[in-house]
């Protein structure tokens, strides 16, 4: 399920780099170190009120030897352990741009880490340690995933290890910008989890110990700035496993399966339009007699003001796909919509 990212004035913020001192946190930073707990599996199949008080506790028990805290010299984030091999998987912003890393395992232990690869329009990366004695994470199928599913966010905000907030899948399918020089995330899961400064990167696990998104976002209230209570988004795990499968045997992305006009984009004045600032020889746009000088005005239908609202668009659509794309031509003022085969976004 797709759906467009409801922004009403919201400014979605991207947690960055977490500075580990508590008393000058800025709003936007989600990593932090390990948790504690030991792993057990997860009690299921029974009604009673006992098993179902201590199934988020064997849920904790059970993920969070798996996250990781990543050290950049900017800052710190959260990770968990992807495979046996000791390939982590985080958020791009996580790692920012930095090769090299200190990664705090659940035990305590400090390992250094190197950069296997990220891709940022995905806000995803992995990284990679000695994984003798590291346990991987269990990645479930957020295709099955409910409205009103119980999950648990298990990271390091604020610098505090391991800590685990609760609450539900508040929504599917979610297509959200991470604001100025983000990515756009398509299929996310929105939740009622807090994440903090300090989570990006970290598990968003559901009641049966499986990792089912990467949380990464959470919303600003307008005019204020704050943290919008209750409204957080996290990477789906299918998306994150499609991108960390090709980082992990290429080092690159080189099938992201989203679509691409193949231009450079600028915003314009009065909103009427993404304005074409220069168009890549034999792309897609540029095979449609779209020129720099172009204002883009809607894509499969949907308006596109502003270059945020264009990648939101797009991020909902497939290579391969046409779409009516409604445009100024240069010099002009009037409308006309050509048919553009969309390409793929490069890795």
Known sequence: MTGRGE??????????????????IALGAACSTGGTSNS??????????????????DVVKTVSPSVVLIQTPDGLGSGEVYDTKGDIVTNAHVVGAAT?????????KQLPGTLVGTFPPDDLAVIKVDGNGLKP??????????????????????????????????????????GPGGGTLPDAVQTSAAINPGNSGGALVDLNSEVIGIPTLAALS??????????????????????ADQLVANGKVTNSGRAYLGIQTGATSGGEGVLV?????????????????TL????AGKPTPTPTDLAEVLATLSPGQTV?????????TSKTTVQVTLGELPG
């Open 7 to 24: 922004r009403g004035g919201v400014f979605w913020g991207r947690f960055g780099a977490a500075l580990a001192v508590l008393t000058a």
């Open 40 to 57: 057990s599996t997860s009690g299921s199949g029974s009604t009673s009120s006992a098993d179902v008080n201590s199934l988020p506790i």
């Open 100 to 108: 090299t890393f200190v990664v705090t395992t659940y035990s305590g």
């Open 137 to 178: 994470a269990k990645f479930g199928d957020s295709a099955k995933l409910q409205v009103g599913e119980a999950v648990l966010a298990i990271g390091n905000p604020l610098g505090l290890e391991g800590s685990v907030t609760s609450g539900i899948v508040s929504a599917l399918g979610r297509v959200v910008s991470e």
């Open 222 to 243: 307008p005019g204020t700035q704050a943290p919008a209570p209750g409204i957080g988004f996290a990477i789906s795990s299918n998306r994150a496993k499609v991108i």
């Open 277 to 293: 600032l220069s168009v890549q020889p034999a792309g897609s746009a540029a095979r449609a007699g779209i020129t720099p000088g």
């Open 296 to 299: 883009i005005v809607s894509v």
């Open 324 to 332: 009516p794309v409604v445009v100024i031509p240069p010099n002009s």
